[in-house]
C-alpha cells in the first residue's frame, strides 16, 4: 500500500508494473490474507495501525478481484483505466502535440513494440499495454534470475525510455490539475 501510493504520485508507470506484481503475488497465495500477512506485510518495519492499513488494503485488493473475476488472470479495471489513459496521453504525444522528443522515442522503440506485438497472444492491447507487458516480462525472466539475451534487452530499454519519458508528461499533467 505504502509503496503503491508513493509510485503512483510519483512514477504511474512503475505504479502500474507494481502493480501487477502484487496481483501475481496475491495469485500465488491464493488469495489467503494469512499468507499475505506473513510473507508480505511482516515486512514492514512500521506502526500497528499502518500495519492494519496495509492488512486492509490488500484484503480490498482480494475483494476486487474475486469481484472482478481476476483470481486467475488479468488485471484490475482500476489498472486498464490507467493504461487507457496513459494510451490517450500517448496518441496525444504522438498525433496532436507532436512532441519531438517523444515521437522520437517512439521511432526508436517502434519496431520493438511491433516485435512485440506480434508476438502476443492478445491483438487486442494498445500500444502501452504492450509496452507494458514486455518490460513486465522481463522484470519477471530477471527475478526468476533467467538470461535475458542482448538484443531483448535492448528492446526493452528504447521501450522503456518511451515509457519514462510518457509517465513524466502524465505527472506533469496531474499535478497542472
Not at 494510451?87 to 511491433?114: M, R, S, V
Request: hydrophobic share 40%; proline share 2%; net charge negative.
Amino acid at each position: 500500500m505504502l509503496i503503491a501510493l508513493v509510485k503512483k504520485e510519483e512514477n504511474i508507470v512503475e505504479y502500474v508494473l507494481y502493480m501487477w506484481q502484487i496481483e501475481d503475488i496475491l495469485r500465488a497465495n491464493n488469495m489467503e490474507i494469512s499468507s499475505i500477512e506473513k510473507l508480505v506485510i511482516s515486512q514492514y518495519n512500521v506502526e500497528a495501525d499502518t500495519q492494519l492499513a496495509i492488512r486492509d488494503w490488500y484484503i480490498d485488493l482480494i475483494s476486487k478481484m474475486k469481484d472482478q473475476g481476476k483470481v486467475n488472470k488479468g488485471h484490475l479495471f482500476e489498472i486498464h483505466e490507467v493504461i487507457h489513459e496513459l494510451n490517450f496521453l500517448h496518441n496525444t504525444l504522438l498525433n496532436l502535440t507532436k512532441d519531438k522528443q517523444y515521437n522520437a522515442l517512439y521511432e526508436e522503440a517502434e519496431p520493438n513494440i511491433n516485435l512485440l506485438r506480434k508476438k502476443s497472444p492478445e491483438t487486442a492491447m494498445n500500444i502501452i499495454e504492450t509496452c507494458l507487458n514486455g518490460v513486465y516480462g522481463v522484470l519477471i525472466l530477471r527475478l526468476k534470475k533467467q538470461a535475458i539475451t542482448p538484443d531483448t534487452q535492448a528492446a526493452v530499454e528504447s521501450i522503456s525510455r518511451l515509457l519514462a519519458l510518457l509517465a513524466l508528461n502524465y505527472k506533469q499533467i496531474k499535478n497542472e490539475q
